[in-house]
Nanobody, 125 residues
Framework: VQLQASGGGLVQAGGSLRLSCAAS????????MAWFRQVPGKEREFVAA????????YYEDSVKGRFTISRDSAWNTVYLQMNNLKPEDTAVYYC???????????????????WGQGTQVTVSS
């Protein structure tokens, strides 16, 4: 599975961006997709995930109410709508895909099987 992330850029604090992640090369259905972010010198951090079963969503506390994860009808593209952006949201954002059912651990990067290349989001104050 190949994941292609796009939509990053430079935005002022309070602004919005919409990230997209297009999946290709699937031979079976995804069980869910997620967004993580990383800044230099820090570990990759969970942002949001959407589980195919039940369409359950998960969010990191600092983005709740500001970010929304969604997907297209075919589960080929996942989106991250980011509103009211803050300078601390500045990071490289990665999309990820999991090809097996997770009972738990949707927030753990090690549980994801496929990763996109990342897209830079910079929020100026």
């Amino acid at each position: 599975v190949q994941l292609q992330a796009s939509g990053g850029g430079l935005v002022q604090a309070g602004g919005s961006l919409r990230l997209s992640c297009a999946a290709s090369g699937r031979t079976s259905s995804t069980y869910g997709m997620a967004w993580f972010r990383q800044v230099p010198g820090k570990e990759r951090e969970f942002v949001a995930a959407i589980r195919r079963s039940g369409e359950i969503t998960y969010y990191e506390d600092s983005v709740k109410g500001r970010f929304t994860i969604s997907r297209d009808s075919a589960w080929n593209t996942v989106y991250l709508q980011m509103n009211n952006l803050k300078p601390e949201d500045t990071a490289v954002y990665y999309c990820a895909d999991v090809g097996r059912m997770l009972v738990a651990g949707w927030r753990l990067a090690r549980n994801y099987d496929y990763w996109g290349q990342g897209t830079q989001v910079t929020v100026s104050s």
